[in-house]
């Protein structure tokens, strides 16, 4: 099982950008497909993002598109959400997660492993 530490998250006006990242230790994620997702208070986790093995095919949910860009960086284990043009509607708790399944999974029982979250908070 890897084990995910997600960091980055913090405070920031509505038009600015954040970066956050997911360090995974344990396993190489070479061998996973890795996602990111996203949870509000009274709402269920939503997808919001992820990205191939090779890093090759990226997914994203509409709501993101053109503002948001996942990638990875297989030798130093890592994955990263660069978030741009941050509006209020995406304050959340974002969370890392890996896949085994090929392809690009966008639910959330498609994913075995979790990390414990970073939030995000865009003042307007």
């Known amino acids: 099982q890897v084990q995910l530490v997600e960091s980055g998250g913090g405070l920031v006006q509505a038009g600015g950008s954040l970066r956050i990242s997911c360090a995974a230790s344990g396993r190489s994620i070479r061998t996973y497909t890795m996602g990111w997702f996203r949870r509000t208070p009274g709402k269920e986790r939503e997808f919001v993002a992820s990205i191939a093995r090779s890093g090759g095919s990226t997914y994203y949910v509409d709501s993101v598109k053109g503002r948001f860009a996942i990638s990875r960086d297989n030798a130093k284990n890592t994955v990263y959400l660069q978030m741009d043009s941050l509006k209020p509607e995406d304050t959340a708790v974002y969370f890392c997660?890996?896949?085994?399944?090929?392809?690009?999974?966008?639910?959330?029982?498609?994913?075995?492993?979790w990390g414990q979250g970073t939030q995000v908070t865009v003042s307007s």
């Open positions: 997660a890996a896949s085994r399944y090929f392809g690009i999974p966008t639910m959330e029982s498609d994913f075995g492993s």
